[in-house]
Nanobody, 121 residues
């Protein structure tokens, strides 16, 4: 069993900041990629940011320069620091982790339960 627990969402005014966290626990052998996706009402889920085990990062164009993804491999945790938030950042944010539960099983995707971020204008 693998659990992903997210925290850090909430209501913030435009220009403000929030920090999301996602901790993975359970039967984890190793974690590969970690990332954050978001889904706004009426829209498809989209990638916000991703980070490899080695620390290479990738961002959606809409958040470059404002959001920073990081991870703590010792804690199996991924973070998303969100600065200069805009109303269009309003969405439910989901963490995504690609991990293996044993050395002879292929990596699988796991999703967090989602945390809501609302940015008021």
């Amino acid at each position: 069993q693998v659990q992903l627990v997210e925290s850090g969402g909430g209501l913030v005014q435009a220009g403000g900041s929030l920090r999301l966290s996602c901790a993975a626990s359970g039967s984890i052998f190793s974690i590969n990629g970690m990332g954050w996706y978001r889904q706004a009402p009426g829209k498809q889920r989209e990638l916000v940011a991703a980070i490899t085990r080695g620390g290479s990062t990738n961002y959606a164009d809409s958040v470059k320069g404002r959001f920073t993804i990081s991870r703590d491999n010792a804690k199996n945790t991924v973070y998303l620091q969100m600065n200069s938030l805009k109303p269009e950042d309003t969405a439910v944010y989901y963490c995504n982790v690609v991990l293996t539960t044993s050395p002879d099983i292929l990596p699988k995707n796991y999703w967090g339960q989602g945390t809501r971020v609302t940015v008021s204008s």
